[in-house]
């Protein structure tokens, strides 16, 4: 991920770190994302994503380091910081028993709409979301695809510049997510800047850039490509009879460098270059079945780095 020398960073972190007492959430990060970039920022359950980002939103104060955010720095000039973002936590932060319409209304005065614009703009997201039908339902009653668009909606009424969104979609059906995406990619065609922490690989495909985030700490960084570039060896598919049987013998093999079930798909790195090798492989183990040849994907990239991030926890890797 680079950053033209000639045009400033929309987010630039340096040295970050927050502890919680004897915790380290977030571990000396380093950070620069160039204007207009969809950054997809990935990790385990507990890797720190949550608190990078909420110290990003001036919402915690990084014990150390600092971060600029359009140029302003989130330690120090909070106050100009607010007012370029949109930020959107895990947890729907919107007033349920308010209607579809209070929520925005309210929203777009907390941040300063002026009183002329709100109706259009609030119009234009509305419809461009499918929530025009729905002003007078509570927000409460909402389906869960149809909250995150909402607050979405009420995140963008003051057209902030850059877009702060921690796990949008978790939870959210699959028709929902990928019309939730369309919009995150009219906004990308649109110049915003958007940062967004997923546990979706396939949203993480979606992305022009992605981070790593492991311990704390950035592990991998590039464009989805570059990272699927740093996988070692190669992916192969086993369909067999007995999948899960395959998969146990599978794991415990020298030179495995991942193995999970994909459906009823046996998916496994190993560290053979052709498909005879790996039919050789297999059979020695007493694993029969049909194999072939796959390319790697953002799914297998993540368990594979995962399991080299265990393997050497110090180690920073950096496509280029």
């Not at 869960?144 to 668009?149: I, R, Y």
């Not at 979706?200 to 022009?208: G, H, S």
Request: net charge negative.
């Amino acid at each position: 991920m680079t950053t033209d020398p000639g045009v400033a960073p929309a987010i630039e972190a340096s040295g970050l770190r927050r502890t919680f007492g004897d915790i380290v959430a977030v571990d000396g990060v380093e950070l620069s994302v160039p204007p207009g970039a969809v950054l997809g920022l990935l990790g385990p359950d507990g890797a720190g994503k949550s608190t990078l980002i909420r110290m990003l939103a001036t919402v915690l104060r990084p014990d150390a380091g600092d971060a600029r955010v359009q140029g302003f720095s989130v330690t120090r000039q909070a106050a100009q910081v607010t007012p370029r973002i949109g930020y959107m936590s895990q947890k729907f932060a919107l007033y349920p028993d308010l209607t579809v319409a209070e929520n925005i209304e309210f929203f777009a005065r907390l941040r300063g709409v002026p009183a002329g614009e709100r109706k259009e703009r609030s119009h234009q997201l509305l419809t461009g979301m499918g929530l025009a039908d729905f002003l007078d339902r509570q927000a409460g009653r909402l389906s869960g695809g149809m909250k995150q668009k909402l607050f979405l909606a009420t995140t963008l009424m003051h057209r902030p510049e850059v877009l702060l969104l921690d796990e949008p979609t978790t939870g959210v059906d699959p028709v929902s997510r990928r019309e939730f995406w369309r919009i995150l990619a009219d906004l990308h065609r649109a110049g915003t800047t958007v940062l967004v922490a997923t546990p979706y690989m396939d949203e993480a495909e979606r992305c022009t850039d992605v981070i790593f985030l492991d311990g704390g700490r950035v592990r991998h960084h590039g464009s989805p490509a570059q990272i699927k570039a740093l996988v070692p060896g190669r992916l192969f598919e086993l369909r067999t009879a007995e999948p899960r049987a395959a998969l146990a013998i599978i794991e415990g093999l020298p030179g495995v460098l991942a193995a999970h079930l994909y459906g009823d798909i046996v998916r496994v790195v190993l560290d053979v270059q052709d498909v005879a090798q790996a039919e050789t492989v297999l059979e020695q183990a007493g694993v029969s079945g049909a194999v072939r040849a796959a390319e790697v994907d953002m799914e297998t990239a993540f368990a594979v780095l995962a399991e080299l991030n265990r393997a050497e926890p110090d180690r920073e890797r950096v496509a280029g």
